[in-house]
């Protein structure tokens, strides 16, 4: 029995759900054997075989993600959630696209991350190779499902995707092209798989797959990330919360820091770098606050405010007084704290208190402050004088990206390639025993 | 009060022992800050102080570790354990001489792991970081306390630890003194701090403590790790468990075979780099088998045998017959497991069945079977031709080790100092805004 068959959530128990959900983690591992050694020619012609195929049935995609639209509407979603949703002829190609982008990436397996020959004659060398079967539980968009498996299958990993409810039909359809386009490559479709169809109990039997997946990447809001963070026995990398600050210093460019302060808040605003706290250095408070507030009224901004800025800008309209809750939020809209800092110091300790981790940034010409600054601000990418919507896998370089990590281990700041990889150690002797 | 004062674990409710292990790793988390941007120069003068004052309080270290033993020793600890615990003036003197190793190796933090000037000129770099606060759960052994502490601030971390009940006299001293030798350096003794009192809801604590524990390092048996991936929330580095396999191939050379199986067996029998099974090619087991048998059994090796071994040494004394259970056993002892297989593939799928992923080698002069060896088997260190006891830190040339790591994620294998850190992206620009 194929345990990929769907099934209706509510015919089965959760433990029925578990035994096959780990079925198909079993799958996954036996089939992510077969692309480990693979060469980097066979992963790259199963990603173009995938890009193909997507084309190839574009009308049969858009047909299944018009099912999720209807149902989208029908129970209400908004218009900014209905078009991350949306499948169009155009998207499917642009989708299709970055999977050949990424086939034309670098392959991370094999590279030797170090390697010497120690004194008693034996070769060392610590190597890149696939982690195994990677775990992905995500929301509405679909062309994250194509984005993981493309950056799965070329880093030599099987994945396992738990997409959210709302694009079901759409994933449904795009799982089994891509399964199909595996084939024609001779490799086992069982290297991209979903546990969609066992709901929200097959996301946590996923969570629980310890030894069978590798690792589990969950991308979503903070209620999805705490969860997995609790329930899950398989290790995890956290990906995306940016309560991101940028702190305008006493000897700051000021046309710098208007530039990059209406970039990095306007430029994007529904993304994990865009600011969302400014902090002003008291001494340019009064040169710096009203230009800041008026280019950014003019692109329609709030601000929220502590009272040494309100009385920067009397009667300012779209100006709220800043409360404890305003430091804390993550708006990922047309909103932004502010407040003035005395010193340096202050802006540092202002940000431990309330950084997620993601991006922090000073604008400085100061030396000894960017230095202070890079020093003591603990996240995981820091910045002097640039836009913190830079902090992006495509911006560094990395080509693709997974995610940004906002935790320590592993990996921290925009995920790539390597990022999906671990090491082995190769150990060469010549009859070498331990004296 | 100082959270730290010893709490009888009978008078604190569960909620009490969580809010004064939170509170402990509070201290950490600011007292990290002090070494985060310390220089090699001061973290070294740490540990040389810390060395210098165990040696000054060995007298009083051991009149503690005294009161462990004397509580062993009514509870019937065994011999082994025993030995493991005791404390002489010797053992001091070489915990503190590891302390003086360990400021001898380079300092990981501030090492640039990548960086590249990008197309629009903004520099990018990615530099090693102190992990921030790390939190050790470990077993009997006293030393080590020390040992992680001394590779911890070496690495720019804070340590909090939970180290076994059986040692709590010996460890409240040792923590105490190197509390105060940091003091002497003008360093906070908030850097290495025991929740031992706290008892086992301690540890609980510690494993809950997400934000303020950056990485939880659990050293000990199957059933403390099991315990610490099930139920902890801050991300954790699994270490230890090695169910070692050597596989002798059709095409090994038999001599260099006898003298590494020996050496992986009996150098040393209790640590998890020991081989815990052995299979041997088929086409050579006549020639190989009564040797080695001959000489396991001068050792006083016990084997767990197949049929097709024990028709090779009828009659033998020390063999019994090997069931399911011998092939999953890591026996820490005197035995080991041995089976015939005729392939090269079926020793590849039972070390698949049967792997820890600690250390896996094949003893043969065929390229190609190394080759294929080292590609599929998926282990932390793969051998070829040498003992798998050259699994270790310090065999690596890594220095000090804090574990061997079997897991996946962010460290494979022996860590050392560098595994101890994260990395941060130092981003800088000139007013660069994204286009």
Redesign the interface.
Same mark, same amino acid.
């Given at each position: 029995m194929n345990a990929n068959a769907a099934a209706s959530e509510t015919d089965l128990t959760a433990n029925e759900i578990e035994q096959q959900v780990l079925e198909i983690a079993r799958q996954a591992k036996i089939a992510a054997?077969s692309l480990?050694?693979a060469t980097r020619a066979t992963k790259d012609a199963a990603l173009l075989s995938c890009a193909d195929a997507l084309i190839a049935a574009s009308d049969e995609i858009i047909a299944a993600n018009e099912l999720d639209l209807q149902r989208g509407r029908d129970s209400g979603m908004s218009a900014g959630l209905l078009d991350r949703l949306e499948l169009t002829a155009e998207r499917v190609a642009s989708i299709a696209a970055a999977l050949r982008e990424v086939a034309a990436l670098p392959d991370p397996v094999g590279e030797i991350v170090r390697g010497?020959t120690?004194a008693n004659g034996?070769r060392?060398r610590?190597q890149r190779?696939p982690?195994?079967v990677v775990g992905m539980i995500y929301e509405a968009r679909p062309n994250v499902t194509v984005d993981a498996a493309g950056l799965a299958l070329k880093s030599g990993n099987a994945v396992v995707l738990r997409g959210g409810s709302a694009a079901l039909e759409s994933n449904r359809v795009i799982v089994r092209v891509l399964g199909d386009a595996l084939e024609q490559v001779k490799l086992p479709r069982e290297l991209v798989q979903s546990v969609d169809d066992y709901g929200r109990e097959g996301g946590v039997a996923l969570m629980r797959a310890?030894g069978l997946v590798?690792?589990l990447v969950p991308r979503g809001g903070a209620g999805l990330i705490r969860t997995v963070?609790?329930q899950s026995?398989v290790?995890?990398?956290e990906t995306g919360t940016g309560n991101v600050h940028i702190y305008v210093d006493a000897d700051a460019?000021l046309?710098?820091a208007l530039?990059?302060v209406?970039?990095?808040k306007t430029?994007r605003v529904g993304v994990c770098n865009a600011v969302e706290t400014l902090l002003v250095h008291a001494d340019v408070a009064e040169a710096f606050v009203p230009r800041m507030y008026a280019a950014l009224t003019e692109r329609n901004v709030t601000l929220h405010a502590d009272d040494r800025i309100r009385n920067l800008i009397p009667g300012g309209a779209n100006v709220a007084a800043a409360t404890e809750t305003d430091w804390e939020t993550e708006y990922l809209d047309y909103e932004l704290a502010v407040r003035v800092v005395d010193t340096i110091d202050e802006a540092i300790e202002h940000i431990r208190s309330y950084s997620s981790g993601h991006t922090e940034c000073i604008i400085t010409e100061s030396l000894a402050a =960017?230095e202070q600054f *890079?020093?003591?601000v603990?996240?995981?990418?820091?910045?002097?004088?640039? =836009?913190t919507?830079? *902090?992006d896998g495509g911006?560094?370089?990395l080509g693709a990206e997974l995610g940004i990590s906002t935790?320590?281990?592993?990996a921290?700041?925009p995920m790539g390639l390597a990022e999906l990889t671990?090491?082995?150690?190769?150990?060469?002797?010549?009859?070498?025993?331990?004296p």
């Open positions: 054997r480990a050694t010497s120690l034996i060392l610590q190779v982690m195994g310890r590798d690792v963070v609790e026995t290790p995890t990398i460019d046309d710098h530039e990059i209406i970039n990095a430029q =960017s *890079t020093a003591e603990d996240a995981a990418v820091v910045m002097v004088n640039a =836009s919507r830079f *902090t911006m560094f370089g935790q320590k281990l592993h921290r700041g671990t090491t082995k150690w190769l150990v060469l002797g010549d009859g070498h025993v331990r």
